[in-house]
């Protein structure tokens, strides 16, 4: 009489923990805080990758361990971070619906959704021949355009940061920056992509990107897949915002000191028609520059003495955008009502006045 075989148990795999921290980080980007989108909290494993999307921004990386579905990121973070095994066995237990991971004297079980429900249909990564090197200044660029960008939902092309294939640039009528750098991108009109999703482009240390029908990719020396959702809208033609000969004004050298400081201080501006990023407010008079950063928390002012003779002006800058500004070029052009600070590869405009700033 044959014997009855009892079902496999499955194999389990031995992972390494940091390794598999190390990824999960950096597809954090693509979670959501809340689940806008079915699953968009969660780490999404499939096709021997791990990935992360929430509505604006997908992220992924080669990631195999032997299971493919859905993990809440927070518990699964939380525990990875607390404990210090080197290595890990991991299975997954489908009729207990959940990853079991054992390793020293410990095991843990996270509950898992077996059925992908994030929206995936419409995200392609595209084909290793698709993939460009970035060009030197292209992390720069998106920098500082980001610092520029509006935060106006009610105008949301510029909202967004637009790479054209010569410049990438932002404006929230406030402040301009553009950004000279060629870029791949194919439409001569160039894409926008939301300010909030290219933010992370230079902290993750992007060196390639590429296209496909809806999203520009970006990857890293690490493989890190960094996907934005592009949009073919229309943006405003700047070109003759900043060709304007004004009076010259040298910075003071000591601004970057002062600047830092006073950030401690600066808070978002809580008027919805202007940029809700931290701000610090810019006095000139005859001689004199002031640098003040203000907020419920107090306050920072610091005088500056600098050689400009015109009249008393204002402007409001983000603190990192005068820093970097202040790093890289020391003289600006000032004319009735706006200022220009231009570098080897780049130009920022912002909008003067005795008060508030006024439109660009």
Same mark, same amino acid.
């Not at 809700?276 to 001689?287: C, D």
């Given at each position: 009489m044959d014997q009855i075989q009892s079902p496999q148990k499955p194999k389990m795999r031995t992972i390494n923990r940091a390794e598999l921290l190390l990824k999960l980080e950096m597809v954090a980007a693509g979670l959501s805080s809340k689940e806008i989108l079915e699953q968009s909290a969660c780490f999404?494993?499939?096709?021997?990758?791990?990935?992360?999307?929430?509505?604006?921004?997908?992220?992924?990386?080669?990631?195999?361990?032997?299971?493919?579905?859905?993990?809440?990121?927070?518990?699964?973070?939380?525990?990875?971070?607390?404990?210090?095994?080197?290595?890990?066995?991991?299975?997954?237990r489908q009729q207990k619906g959940d990853l079991k991971f054992v390793g020293e004297f410990k095991s843990m079980g996270i509950t898992v959704q077996n059925t992908i429900k994030l929206p995936l249909d419409g995200l392609t990564l595209p084909k290793e021949s698709d993939w460009k090197k970035l060009e030197d200044g292209f992390t720069e660029a998106v920098e500082m355009s980001v610092m520029s960008a509006s935060k106006d939902e009610s105008q949301f092309n510029i909202t967004c940061v637009h790479i054209s294939p010569k410049f990438v640039e932002g404006c929230d009528?406030?402040?301009?920056?553009?950004?000279?750098?060629?870029? /791949?991108?194919?439409?001569?009109?160039?894409?926008?992509?939301?300010?909030?999703?290219?933010?992370?482009? /230079?902290?993750?240390?992007?060196?390639?990107?590429?296209?496909?029908?809806?999203?520009?990719?970006?990857?890293?020396?690490?493989?890190?897949?960094?996907?934005?959702?592009k949009y073919d809208d229309s943006y405003p033609n700047y070109d003759d915002l900043y060709k304007f000969k004004g009076t010259?004004?040298?910075? /003071?050298?000591?601004?970057?000191?002062?600047?830092?400081?006073?950030?401690?201080?600066?808070?978002?501006?809580?008027?919805?028609?202007?940029?809700?990023?931290?701000?610090?407010?810019?006095?000139?008079?005859?001689?004199?520059?002031?640098?003040?950063?203000?907020?419920?928390?107090?306050?920072?002012?610091?005088?500056?003495?600098?050689?400009?003779?015109g009249p008393d002006i204002q402007f409001r800058i983000p603190p990192k955008l005068l820093i970097d500004i202040s790093k890289r070029f020391m003289r600006g052009e000032l004319t009735e009502g706006k200022l220009k600070i231009e570098g080897k590869n780049w130009v920022y405009v912002t909008a003067l006045s005795a008060g508030n700033s006024s439109d660009v």
């Open positions: 999404v494993f499939t096709k021997g990758r791990v990935l992360t999307f929430n509505g604006q921004i997908s992220c992924s990386v080669a990631c195999d361990i032997g299971y493919e579905g859905a993990v809440h990121s927070q518990a699964l973070l939380g525990i990875l971070r607390k404990i210090s095994d080197d290595t890990l066995e991991v299975e997954h009528n406030k402040q301009f920056t553009r950004y000279f750098v060629d870029t /791949p991108v194919e439409s001569k009109k160039g894409v926008l992509v939301r300010s909030t999703s290219m933010r992370h482009v /230079p902290l993750l240390e992007m060196v390639e990107i590429a296209e496909t029908r809806s999203w520009i990719h970006f990857r890293n020396g690490a493989g890190l897949v960094f996907s934005c959702i010259k004004v040298e910075l /003071p050298r000591s601004i970057e000191s002062a600047a830092d400081k006073a950030s401690v201080f600066a808070e978002a501006n809580t008027d919805k028609e202007k940029s809700s990023e931290a701000e610090l407010i810019i006095t000139l008079t005859e001689g004199k520059m002031r640098v003040r950063g203000e907020g419920m928390s107090g306050w920072y002012r610091q005088t500056l003495a600098v050689d400009y003779t």
